[in-house]
């Protein structure tokens, strides 16, 4: 075949792949014109309509699937690529050997010993700091999607968040900072990567859920109820193929898949109040109306939606949950990541007051903040490995 032939050829298959992702994603991608004129067409048969109605279906829903992302995404796993390189670097996504996605920085190595020490010696301050208010403190690290000592990263990439964890931990402990790491719970109940999205950097609502039954007999001011931590006290909601998730975004559906979601809503009595003047948020009712945001997850939106912060909302400066239902509770300070959406309305149970604080955003003296709020502990979760040591090292920030 001479290199003309070749070309065509090249160019054929590619359109035919082109044009059967457009279907896989018009079908699998929602309820937009284009599976509406696919499923009505297939049913009677007509492939006549299929052809004179496709231009101006896919048009329309061009925008609303992202369509170039989901064909770019389908040719990427038809190849077999595991690295798919975004302009900016650290947005760059890899599938690892156990078919989830992971953010790595390719131009990323190894943080520093200095890096690492100042942000723990930071830590370490603030907790003597609120030592000296009278108030106790721990760090609560969240896992990270990369089980330790397992290689699941493409050959020839690297990634250095279980490194730089155990590195900060252990800088903690020579200083007799209190801390719990959470990656030995997930490593060793169940497997390890089900414990998050395939297309999300995030553990899974399940995830957190254990996490709070495993803090509340593990910190004694959580004490808590067993009957609240008891899931058969609970439903569960399993909303199938809900959720693509931020890494998933960027390389579409067609890729890896898309995730379920799960809602989880108390079979017994809550009453809640949900605050953050910022936001002019003020909610008041049970678990699933108050702490949880049932508007976000009204309809699946691949791409615009985030299914995530159907609890606890979002990353807040700072918000207040009061829990009616424990005035005798302890009142608790939350230092928080994004890992602690999640965590949020789980944890608000345990307590009477629960105040939330994301340092990325928030604005003033953080010990005077605290001071003010009279917790009677003060809690960090953070998922730190690279990202968040920045927020951590801002302890002592004033405006």
């Not at 032939?5 to 059967?20: D, E, I, K, R, S």
Request: some cysteine; aromatic content about 12%.
């Amino acid at each position: 075949m001479n290199r003309r032939n070749t070309m065509t050829a090249v160019v054929f298959l590619a359109a035919v792949a082109a044009g059967l992702l457009l279907l896989a994603t018009a079908w699998f991608g929602g309820e937009g014109d284009l599976k509406h004129l696919l499923k009505t067409s297939f049913e009677q048969r007509d492939a006549a309509a299929v052809l004179e109605g496709a231009e101006s279906a896919a048009n329309q829903d061009l925008d609303r699937h992202h369509l170039f992302i989901q064909l770019y995404g389908g040719v990427q796993r038809l190849t077999g690529r595991r690295v798919v390189e975004d302009t900016v670097s650290a947005n760059t996504v890899v599938k690892l050997s156990t078919g989830a996605l992971n953010f790595v920085d390719l131009q990323a190595g190894p943080v520093s010993e200095e890096t690492i020490t100042a942000h723990a010696d930071a830590t370490v301050e603030f907790a003597r700091a609120l030592e000296e208010l009278g108030i106790p403190y721990r760090f609560v690290l969240a896992p990270q999607k990369i089980e330790q000592g397992q290689d699941l990263l493409p050959e020839g990439v690297q990634e250095y968040g279980n490194e730089t964890a155990d590195a900060f931990l252990a800088a903690l402990e020579a200083e007799g900072t209190p801390y719990t790491d959470l990656r030995p719970l997930f490593e060793e109940n169940g497997t390890y990567a089900d414990w998050f999205f395939r297309t999300d950097h995030h553990w899974k609502p399940e995830a957190a859920f254990f996490a709070w039954q495993y803090l509340t007999g593990q910190v004694d001011l959580l004490a808590t109820d067993p009957s609240l931590t008891d899931p058969d006290n609970w439903e569960t909601t399993v909303l199938e193929d809900f959720f693509l998730g931020s890494q998933g975004k960027r390389v579409g559906s067609l890729y890896a898949g898309a995730d379920d979601f799960t809602l989880y809503t108390p079979r017994f009595n809550t009453d809640l109040s949900y605050t953050c003047p910022f936001y002019a948020i003020d909610r008041t009712g049970p678990f699933a109306e108050s702490v949880c945001f049932p508007e976000r997850v009204e309809e699946r939106d691949w791409f615009n939606g985030n299914p995530y912060t159907y609890y606890a909302g979002g990353d807040y400066p700072l918000a207040t949950i009061t829990n009616h239902e424990n005035p005798d509770g302890p009142r608790v300070v939350l230092l928080r990541d994004s890992f602690a959406c999640a965590l949020t309305p789980f944890l608000s149970l345990s307590c009477s007051q629960l105040t939330t604080i994301d340092l990325r955003y928030f604005q003033g003296d953080l010990l005077e903040s605290i001071a003010e709020l009279e917790p009677d502990l003060v809690l960090t979760l953070y998922n730190v490995g690279g990202i968040g040591l920045d927020e951590l090292f801002q302890y002592q920030k004033t405006e």
